[in-house]
């Protein structure tokens, strides 16, 4: 007689827990490429596991399923355009893209851009004008100048300029030569205004290290505080013929909060902006340069940085191939200071880019931007988040650093 014992453990094998699925939103649009019909997307974890890859049709939400206990991923976006081939690859590390609408090929807008409204003919007379040494003088309304035409007419002291007005529109007058200006609120379509008593403009020059050179400025102003659509725009370096040493001038008074952008270079070809949002301009302008970070390493297995001031909010590399064939963009947290591009690349087996050589990636440039206030998931999402989280101008001074590397 055969007897049969079944053995088993004290206590049965525990299955795996399954990991539920998570639903990220997402849409592509192309920045200035409206001829890019589908882009691809792709989703890895931190140790390049691949959740995800799909080619979608751009300019449309999607919602896509992933499965993973971490919340923070690598995300990659890949378009192609179709006339010139070129390929634009975005990706982002140590993201959560839950709700983002990226813009592959495209520049981070900073703060908000005006309000597109509806506007009407309108003329604007100014009266006891003084004299305007060869016309030199600068008009503009709340939403940028517009199309504009205007007529001095020096004996009679007279100034008229006719314009695209737009409701609570500011007018802004500037005679550079003189030191002079006028900002004015016209709520007719067709208003007359006296410059008996202008103020006098404030001039700015910059303090910055002596090796840099500037290669522009821009300003506008928010008149009403809070009020961040209704933009005068005072200032940008290529509109202005000035005279003496200085690099801005602006209206001091009936300006709520400025928003100054600037752009300088050196002779190694490395760039440089300083950028606020703020109740005044600042002269001294403090930059991100080489004294902040240390490159020790620049191949294409192993980028390598130290930080050795203050952290940026993000940094970035860009690769490329055969003068442009590919674009790629490795946007990284300061946290990560080191990175194999060339295994992330083979890693990720983009179904967009079958059929080019991706052994030959070439480092172009590193940027190193730090940003006030904001993380780096905060940084993005105030990028791609829709509606836009940088209408309400949460960035306040941010620095930008951009070094070249070929």
């Known amino acids: 007689m055969l007897l049969f014992v079944r ?19 997402l849409k592509l649009e192309p920045a200035t490429y409206e001829r890019i019909k589908t882009g691809e997307i792709i989703i890895s974890e931190q140790s ?64 908000a851009p005006a309000a597109t ?5 309108a003329k604007v007379t100014y009266i006891n004008v003084p004299y305007i ?43 550079p030569s003189r030191n002079l200006y006028k900002i004015v609120e016209t709520q007719a379509g067709n208003a007359t205004i006296d410059l008996a008593q202008m103020e006098p403009a404030t001039r700015v020059n910059f303090k910055v290290p002596a090796h840099l050179k500037l290669s522009w400025v821009n300003l506008f102003g928010f008149p009403i505080a809070n009020d961040y659509a209704n933009k005068l725009w005072l200032y940008f370096s290529h509109n202005f013929r000035l005279e ?35 109740d005044s301009i600042p002269t001294h302008l403090p930059f991100i340069d080489d004294s902040h970070v240390r490159v020790t390493s620049q191949t294409v297995e192993n980028l390598q940085v130290d930080f050795l001031k203050s952290l940026p909010t993000y940094y970035a590399s860009t690769w490329v191939i055969n003068r442009d064939e590919v674009v790629w963009r490795v946007y990284f947290p300061p946290s990560k200071t080191s990175f194999n591009t060339k295994e992330f690349v083979s890693s990720l087996g983009s179904t967009l880019l079958k059929g080019k050589n991706l052994s030959d990636l070439k480092l172009t440039k590193l940027v190193f931007e730090k940003v006030d206030d904001l993380s780096h998931q905060t940084f993005f999402d105030n990028q791609f988040m829709e509606p836009a989280a940088n ?11 951009t070094k070249k590397m070929d």
């Open 391 to 401: 209408k309400e101008n949460k960035m306040r001074v941010f620095n930008k650093f």
């Open 7 to 25: 053995c088993s453990s004290d206590k049965d094998e525990e299955l795996p827990t399954p990991i539920p699925p998570s639903v990220i939103s």
């Open 244 to 278: 003496g040493e200085y690099d801005l001038i602006y209206p001091k008074n009936h300006i709520a909060k400025f928003e100054l952008s600037t752009d300088w270079f050196d002779a190694a070809g490395n760039f440089y902006e300083y950028n606020s949002l703020a």
């Open 117 to 121: 409204t509806p506007f009407e003919e």
């Open 48 to 111: 390049g596991k691949k959740l995800l890859d799909t080619v979608v049709s751009t300019f449309q939400q999607h919602s896509l399923t992933i499965r993973s206990l971490e919340t923070n991923f690598i995300v990659t976006t890949i378009v192609v355009d179709p006339t010139t081939n070129k390929a634009i690859v975005d990706s982002y590390v140590q993201v959560n893209p839950n709700n983002w609408v990226m813009k592959p090929g495209g520049r981070f807008a900073m703060y």
């Open 133 to 175: 040494p060869d016309e030199n003088f600068y008009f503009t309304n709340s939403f940028g100048s517009g199309s504009m035409f205007s007529s001095y007419r020096r004996y009679a002291n007279e100034l008229e300029v006719n314009y695209e007005k737009h409701p609570s529109n500011y007018t802004y007058l500037v005679i």
